[in-house]
């Protein structure tokens, strides 16, 4: 994954998210493809994490209501179309349908704002 520009977003608060878009590109049949993703950062235990907000079960979006990520106790991450579970801190599925866990984005913390992917090839 090459990031080949950057985002200024502004750090989430404890348990909070706040979301992204970027672009990707694909290859199909010689033709370049630019695509539109949305990622989300979360601020779990004062660490930030950052994630693409896909559903590695059916590729749809986690949250419901942009920016609700977190489940009711804040100690998992929910995709409510089927609700799958995932660590925040790692991405993991702990339970539900996933073949695997979320994909983590890179990112850069500079102390009061983050800097996350707005093009990634
Ligand atoms: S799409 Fe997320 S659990 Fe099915």
Known sequence: M?????????KP???QA??????????IQGK????KQQGFAICYHGHVHVFRN?????????DWNPGEFFSED???????THHARFDPASGECLAGPCPHGLEVLPFHDHGDYLEVPAAIR
């Not at 090459?2 to 502004?10: H, S």
């Not at 706040?18 to 290859?27: E, K």
């Not at 370049?32 to 695509?35: N, Y």
């Open 54 to 62: 896909a559903c590695p079960h059916a590729g749809s979006p986690l």
């Open 18 to 27: 706040h979301c992204f878009d970027y672009r990707t590109s694909i290859c």
């Open 2 to 10: 090459d990031v080949i520009a950057w985002q200024r977003l502004a």
């Open 13 to 15: 608060d404890e348990r």
């Open 32 to 35: 370049t493809v630019e695509l």
């Open 74 to 80: 804040g100690r998992e991450l929910v995709c409510h």
